[in-house]
């Protein structure tokens, strides 16, 4: 039994609905990619810039590792993406 037919079983005994992610949701973007529109970390940012790196389980964990950005940056970002409350982040991390 594979993996995900095993966490199946276990979380949702009576089964699951497979849809079409463009099916259910109302907009789909991918990051900004800072080279291109913004430096990181310089003296005056104070927002984090959260990447997949700060994705754990399901919260966004903060660490010194985390880059920042200035409130130019911040602005472009939330001008690209609309964030709002219960928007849902996804990612993939591929094995190597």
């Known amino acids: 039994?594979?993996?995900?037919?095993?966490?199946l079983q276990?979380?949702?005994p009576k089964g699951v609905e497979f849809r079409k992610l463009g099916d259910i949701i109302l907009s789909l973007k991918t990051g900004?990619?800072?080279?291109?529109?913004f430096k990181l970390n310089t003296p005056n940012?104070?927002?984090?810039?959260?990447?997949?790196?700060?994705?754990?389980e399901?919260?966004?964990?903060f660490t010194h590792q985390t880059d920042r950005i200035d409130d130019n940056a911040l602005s472009l970002c939330l001008k690209r993406s609309n964030l709002e409350k219960d928007d849902i982040f996804y990612s993939l991390e591929l094995e190597q």
């Open 58 to 61: 399901y919260t966004i964990k």
């Open 32 to 37: 900004l990619n800072p080279r291109k529109f």
């Open 1 to 7: 039994m594979h993996k995900i037919e095993q966490l």
């Open 10 to 12: 276990t979380l949702a």
């Open 45 to 56: 940012a104070n927002n984090y810039y959260v990447t997949v790196r700060e994705l754990e």
